[in-house]
C-alpha cells in the first residue's frame, strides 16, 4: 500500500509564490511517476486537471501553467515538489499529488491554494 500526504498550500497574492510537497510511504519498491492535479470547489464533478506530472525523468506540464510551475523530485526521500510562481487567481484550487508505484496508484488528501488580493 502507498501513503501520499501533500503540504505546502495556503493563500497566496497574485504574482506570488508557493511550493507544494508530496511524500509517498508505505511498501513499494520504486515509484516510477509522480504527478499534481488540481480540482476547483466550483465545479466538483469535473475530474482532476493534470498540472505537472514526472515519469523516470520527463516531465509534462499543462499549457496553463508552463513557464511558471516547475515540478521535480528527491528520488531518496520519495518527495516530489511543485514549485509555482506567478500565481494567478485562476490557479485557486486543491491540489493532489498522484503517486504511481508499480501496480499501485495512490493520492493523497488534497492541499488548498488560494491566489487572492
Known amino acids: 500500500q502507498v501513503h501520499v500526504a501533500e503540504s505546502g498550500g495556503g493563500l497566496v497574492q497574485p504574482g506570488g509564490s508557493l511550493r507544494l510537497s508530496c511524500v509517498a510511504s508505505?511498501?513499494?519498491?520504486?515509484?516510477?511517476?509522480m504527478g499534481w492535479y488540481r480540482q476547483t470547489p466550483d465545479n466538483p464533478d469535473k475530474q482532476r486537471e493534470l498540472?505537472?506530472?514526472?515519469?523516470?525523468?520527463?516531465?509534462n506540464y499543462a499549457d496553463s501553467v508552463k513557464g511558471r510551475f516547475i515540478i521535480f523530485r528527491d528520488v531518496a526521500k520519495n518527495t516530489a515538489y511543485l514549485q509555482m510562481n506567478s500565481l494567478k487567481p485562476e490557479d485557486t484550487a486543491v491540489y493532489y499529488c498522484?503517486?504511481?508505484?508499480?501496480?499501485?496508484?495512490?493520492w493523497g488528501q488534497g492541499t488548498q491554494v488560494t491566489v487572492s488580493s
Open positions: 498522484n503517486v504511481q508505484a508499480g501496480a499501485r496508484d495512490a
Open positions: 508505505g511498501a513499494f519498491f520504486s515509484i516510477h511517476t
Open positions: 498540472v505537472a506530472v514526472t515519469t523516470d525523468g520527463n516531465t
